[in-house]
T-cell receptor
């Protein structure tokens, strides 16, 4: 079963706009990670946020974590056509040591 | 480093045939993971190894699937006999820890079973 669920399932924006996607999960976690997958490729790690952190930045990415609501958000600012990809959240649950559980992903399309 | 290497990249086979997927993890990584990705079920963890030892194979769908890691630089995932419902993209990933840190994914093997 999938621990994380992303919302929305799909997102279409224009270059320069911001893209926001959310991830909800069900159990306590050690950390939550975001990955990107370009069509036909493997997943690429973007950012990791630990359970005791609330916000983290990496370049144009901003991730927030609210453990009380069991949710996270990924914001991509000033999007580019190259940001077109699927984005997945993955949780390292405290009761599932060693495993990452991935959500179904948000498909983002950025049009020039 | 070349990253995680998987072979073959594409495999088309007929139902009942044996399929072997191969993975070379990043040197120095002591965790290796096998995932399967389908439209219906998303990304599923099949099995993972730590220091070449299988730690959790609870995601392996059935006895037709087996995985080995004879040494730190090589792992195989075997399906025997293959069935059309095994058609999926199979990813290998490696990492320095289990879930605690990032995992590095290979490009995947797209398997089609006719």
């Amino acid at each position: 079963s999938q621990q994380g669920e992303e919302d929305p399932q799909a997102l279409s924006i224009q270059e320069g706009e911001n893209a926001t996607m959310n991830c909800s999960y069900k159990t306590s976690i050690n950390n939550l990670q975001w990955y990107r997958q370009n069509s036909g490729r493997g997943l690429v790690h973007l950012i990791l946020i630990r359970s005791n952190e609330r916000e983290k930045h990496s370049g144009r990415l901003r991730v927030t974590l609210d453990t009380s609501k069991k949710s996270s958000s990924l914001l991509i600012t000033a999007s580019r056509a190259a940001d077109t990809a699927s984005y997945f959240c993955a949780t390292d649950a405290t009761d599932s040591w060693g495993k990452l559980q991935f959500g179904a992903g948000t498909q983002v399309v950025v049009t020039p | 480093d070349a990253g995680v290497i998987q072979s073959p990249r594409h495999e088309v086979t007929e139902m009942g045939q044996e399929v072997t997927l191969r993975c070379k993890p990043i040197s120095g990584h002591d965790y290796l993971f096998w995932y399967r990705q389908t439209m219906m079920r998303g990304l599923e963890l099949l099995i993972y190894f730590n220091n070449n030892v299988p730690i959790d194979d609870s995601g392996m769908p059935e006895d037709r699937f087996s995985a080995k890691m004879p040494n730190a630089s090589f792992s195989t995932l075997k399906i025997q006999p293959s069935e059309p419902r095994d058609s999926a993209v199979y990813f290998c990933a490696s990492g320095l820890t289990s879930g605690g840190n990032e995992q590095f994914f290979g490009p995947g093997t797209r398997l089609t079973v006719l």
